[in-house]
């Protein structure tokens, strides 16, 4: 709050100032600012979040060689002061691209590397075994039907819906009938949320 309304009275000598000199040397302040392009996935995402509550210029008028840390934290804190609604992954990819793009940080630093990076891919080894345990393989196979489609049909019946793992992650959990035809697939409502994910990357990844 300090830090705001210090700029606004800094904004009001501005114009204060202004006034008095020759009109010729006022400039007005652009009407929408905009936040520094970068390659970096976080900048349509800042682009896309961060401007809903308040303009760019909170970004820009920051002080300048602030660490990834620090802008980590700036974004943390729109997030768990404010109630700006963004995942905890996107605070690390959008805490990265301000930390290269207005901070002390450099795009190919690694650490805004890997913050910038979706987690890494689940292992299939997890997966196989979670197929074994569950006895999913007794209805299923990789490449034909058994009881249930082959999660090759699947992967690709499901291949271009861009709600498909939350939509898979739910068949399992749920199981369900007249999808793939009349037989019903038993519920796996035991299985976690990092399980059910486990799961439908594998099958969708086939
Ligand atoms: C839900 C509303 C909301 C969203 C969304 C939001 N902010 Fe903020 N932001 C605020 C409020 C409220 C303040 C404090 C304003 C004040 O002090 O007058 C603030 C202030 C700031 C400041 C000034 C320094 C400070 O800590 O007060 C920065 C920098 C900032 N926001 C960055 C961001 C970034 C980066 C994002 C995107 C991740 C973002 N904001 C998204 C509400 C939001
Ligand atoms: C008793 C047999 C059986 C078992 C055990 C079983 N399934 Fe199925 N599964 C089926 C059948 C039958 C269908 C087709 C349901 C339908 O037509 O809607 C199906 C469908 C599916 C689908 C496609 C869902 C969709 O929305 O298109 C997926 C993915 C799947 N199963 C994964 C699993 C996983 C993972 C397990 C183990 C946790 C499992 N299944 C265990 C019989 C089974």
Redesign the pocket.
Known sequence: MKRMSALLCAAQICVATLACATPLEITLPPETAVLKPSALPGYPLAQQKCSTCHSADYINFQPPGMSLTQWTGEARKMQQVYGAPISDQDVNIIGAYLAATYGSARASDADVQAASSPPAPVAKVDAMA??QS???????AINHK????A?RE?AT??ANDPQALA??M???QK????????????P?AQ?SPDD?QT??T???SQ
Do not use: D, E, R
């Open positions: 979670l197929l569950n006895s999913c393989l007794s209805c299923h058994v009881v249930g489609p999660y699947v019946k499901y939509k898979i739910s068949s399992i199981g369900g009938t007249g999808k793939w035809g009349n037989i019903t697939m038993p796996f299985l059910l799961l439908a594998f099958v969708l």
